[in-house]
């Protein structure tokens, strides 16, 4: 499942309307296995200084931003020219969309913040803005970058494969019968299929996440600055871990938010995910029972909990209005599971379909998260997943599913068949770097909720491990992913102090969080 941030399903969710808007318990799946020793990293790992550029990029020329909100920014947009092909700097080049919001007038400079707001495959262009969002002006000293990645958004060329593929009432995620299980198997192919004969195939050799941080650094180049700061959310923050690992020296201030766990990459990670999730719409469901008065869905979350199984069984053999089928429904209510701000909008779109039968609210939930007629960030993120690592065969997948989706049934099956195109992929996966930041010399802030589903909160401890400089600032008990800066004073004022001074918490003895703050507070109905 894709790792995506506020920029990508919360801000949209909640704008959109006022109705509505992916350890394993013994016998599923091994868990992700212990990361190795610090000593033994280094081995495979590409660490210490970075070599010298083979690539120098043109600088980037700032003109007039198309989007609306860049405009009101006061943003400019350009284009990096950076190769297709880094092993081959003189050939075929691709461009680029970046935005900048200049640093204010008066303030130090700082230098430039890029982010990535997630994924693989979302689009950051407009995430140039985000330091709008940084308290006591902390942020008024960064040019703050946003970045489609290659193939995804406005660069060029961009990645699609089959723009329709998340249609409404599609074949249930639940393989009931035999001809699910073939359908879905078809399906997986048919889209690995269809990539494989895109009209911009040769991008598909070149969207690993080692192509993306190459890119970062012909962007800290082309911008002419010694260093690159970072503000990363869930992906990202594997970009900026492997960005450490290959240019320890270029790393300036980086924020890393919901850390993705740089032993799980990408299988493991998804099987995590299918555990995690349950526990987080769990809770969600709970909530929803404490505000019975308004939801009129029950006052115990088991029982709201298994309501939502019986319909969602119901609409496999009746869909609803509008096509709304078990798999809408579902991916309707992820959006619950990865952040707490999101609650009011589905339970109240819940609400809708369960007390008066209207879906209106629930399918553009699920709009929201997948869209119907775009698959450029489904397209980006196999292309990432399935290349920069090897997964196991389908038949080990489905395997896996059953037994977890036993404990885990929310979004097992779902997240299984999301990433079932793995298995087909027209392009050979390779080996991930060993993620290593010993060389790296400054502080780095390390964000994290400890019930965050999306990039469960081990993968942070592990982060932490592996940077001797990194401090972790916990979220305790809270299940929403990458959501620093949504106002909880604690966290976000430890991040405009790191921002404006370069201070983090003292680092703890331990394995733990070196700082403990409250999680994101639950929204109010």
Same mark, same amino acid.
């Given at each position: 499942?894709?790792?995506?941030?506020?920029?990508?399903?919360?801000?949209?969710?909640?704008?959109?309307?006022?109705?509505?808007?992916?350890?394993?318990?013994?016998?599923?799946?091994?868990?992700?296995?212990?990361?190795?020793?610090?000593?033994?990293?280094?081995?495979?790992?590409?660490?210490?200084?970075?070599?010298?550029?083979?690539?120098?990029?043109?600088?980037?020329?700032?003109?007039?931003?198309?989007?609306?909100?860049?405009?009101?920014?006061?943003?400019?947009?350009?284009?990096?020219?950076?190769? *297709?092909?880094?092993?081959?700097?003189?050939?075929?080049?691709?461009?680029?969309?970046?935005?900048?919001?200049?640093?204010?007038?008066?303030?130090?400079?700082?230098?430039?913040?890029?982010?990535?707001?997630?994924?693989?495959?979302?689009?950051?262009?407009?995430?140039?803005?985000?330091?709008?969002?940084?308290?006591?002006?902390?942020?008024?000293?960064?040019?703050?970058?946003? *970045?489609?990645?290659?193939?995804?958004?406005?660069?060029?060329?961009?990645?699609?494969?089959?723009?329709? /593929?998340?249609?409404?009432?599609?074949?249930?995620?639940?393989?009931?019968?035999?001809?699910?299980?073939?359908?879905?198997?078809?399906?997986?192919?048919?889209?690995?299929?269809?990539?494989?004969?895109?009209?911009?195939?040769?991008?598909?050799?070149?969207?690993?996440?080692?192509?993306?941080?190459? $890119?970062?650094?012909?962007?800290?180049?082309?911008?002419?600055?010694?260093?690159?700061?970072?503000?990363?959310?869930?992906?990202?923050?594997?970009?900026?871990?492997?960005?450490?690992?290959?240019?320890?020296?270029?790393?300036?201030?980086?924020?890393?938010?919901?850390?993705? $766990?740089?032993?799980?990459?990408?299988?493991?990670?998804?099987?995590?995910?299918?555990?995690?999730?349950?526990?987080?719409?769990?809770?969600?469901?709970?909530?929803?029972?404490?505000?019975?008065?308004?939801?009129?869905?029950?006052?115990?979350?088991?029982?709201?909990?298994?309501?939502?199984?019986?319909?969602?069984?119901?609409?496999?053999?009746?869909?609803?209005?509008?096509?709304?089928?078990?798999?809408?429904?579902?991916?309707?209510?992820?959006?619950?599971?990865?952040?707490?701000?999101?609650?009011?909008?589905?339970?109240?779109?819940?609400?809708?379909?369960?007390?008066?039968?209207?879906?209106?609210?629930?399918?553009?939930?699920?709009?929201?998260?997948?869209?119907?007629?775009?698959?450029?960030? /489904?397209?980006?993120?196999?292309?990432?997943?399935?290349? $920069?690592?090897?997964?196991?065969?389908?038949?080990?997948?489905?395997?896996?599913?059953?037994?977890?989706?036993?404990?885990?049934?929310? /979004?097992?099956?779902?997240?299984?068949?999301?990433?079932?195109?793995?298995?087909?992929?027209?392009?050979?996966?390779?080996?991930?770097?060993?993620?290593?930041?010993?060389?790296?010399?400054?502080?780095? *802030?390390?964000?994290?909720?400890?019930?965050?589903?999306?990039?469960?909160?081990?993968?942070?401890?592990?982060?932490?491990?592996?940077?001797?400089?990194?401090?972790?600032?916990?979220?305790?008990?809270?299940?929403?992913?990458?959501?620093?800066?949504?106002?909880?004073?604690?966290?976000?004022?430890?991040?405009?102090?790191?921002?404006?001074?370069?201070?983090?918490?003292?680092?703890?003895?331990?394995?733990?969080?070196?700082?403990?703050?409250?999680? *994101?507070?639950?929204?109010?109905?």
């Amino acid at each position: 499942m894709r790792r995506i941030a506020p920029s990508a399903i919360l801000f949209t969710l909640v704008a959109a309307t006022a109705a509505v808007a992916p350890g394993v318990s013994s016998g599923v799946v091994a868990a992700s296995p212990a990361g190795p020793p610090l000593s033994a990293m280094a081995r495979g790992a590409v660490t210490g200084p970075a070599r010298p550029a083979t690539y120098t990029p043109p600088p980037v020329h700032w003109g007039r931003c198309t989007d609306a909100g860049l405009r009101r920014a006061k943003a400019r947009c350009g284009t990096l020219v950076v190769p *297709l092909d880094y092993a081959h700097p003189a050939g075929e080049k691709i461009d680029l969309a970046v935005s900048r919001v200049r640093h204010r007038a008066g303030t130090r400079y700082q230098g430039v913040m890029l982010t990535n707001p997630g994924g693989p495959g979302a689009p950051g262009l407009t995430l140039s803005t985000l330091g709008a969002l940084v308290p006591h002006h902390a942020g008024d000293g960064y040019d703050w970058i946003g *970045l489609d990645p290659r193939g995804v958004g406005a660069s060029r060329p961009a990645l699609s494969c089959i723009p329709r /593929y998340f249609h409404v009432n599609r074949p249930y995620y639940v393989p009931r019968t035999p001809a699910l299980m073939r359908t879905w198997k078809a399906r997986a192919k048919r889209y690995a299929e269809a990539c494989a004969t895109s009209p911009v195939r040769q991008l598909l050799d070149h969207l690993r996440t080692v192509d993306t941080v190459q $890119d970062m650094e012909s962007l800290r180049i082309a911008l002419g600055r010694q260093r690159l700061n970072l503000y990363g959310f869930s992906y990202g923050t594997y970009l900026g871990q492997v960005y450490a690992t290959r240019f320890p020296d270029r790393v300036g201030r980086f924020v890393l938010d919901s850390n993705v $766990d740089p032993r799980s990459v990408w299988y493991p990670a998804n099987v995590d995910q299918d555990i995690a999730f349950e526990g987080a719409i769990r809770v969600f469901f709970r909530w929803v029972a404490q505000h019975d008065r308004t939801y009129h869905l029950g006052k115990r979350g088991v029982a709201i909990e298994r309501g939502f199984f019986r319909l969602r069984e119901r609409l496999y053999r009746h869909p609803a209005r509008g096509g709304l089928g078990p798999d809408e429904l579902t991916d309707g209510m992820l959006a619950a599971g990865y952040y707490a701000p999101a609650w009011p909008q589905v339970a109240k779109a819940y609400a809708q379909l369960v007390n008066q039968g209207r879906t209106v609210g629930m399918l553009r939930a699920y709009r929201i998260l997948q869209s119907p007629r775009d698959d450029n960030g /489904y397209a980006n993120y196999l292309a990432t997943e399935c290349t $920069d690592a090897s997964w196991p065969s389908l038949s080990r997948q489905l395997s896996d599913a059953a037994r977890v989706n036993r404990g885990h049934p929310f /979004y097992t099956w779902g997240n299984t068949w999301f990433n079932a195109p793995c298995v087909f992929w027209p392009v050979a996966p390779k080996t991930p770097p060993t993620v290593d930041g010993r060389a790296v010399r400054g502080p780095v *802030l390390l964000i994290d909720e400890t019930r965050d589903a999306a990039t469960p909160y081990p993968g942070s401890l592990e982060v932490r491990r592996r940077f001797p400089t990194a401090s972790l600032v916990a979220g305790v008990g809270g299940t929403s992913h990458a959501v620093s800066l949504s106002g909880v004073a604690c966290v976000d004022n430890t991040i405009a102090a790191y921002l404006r001074r370069g201070v983090v918490p003292q680092r703890k003895p331990g394995g733990g969080a070196d700082k403990l703050c409250p999680p *994101l507070r639950p929204p109010k109905p």
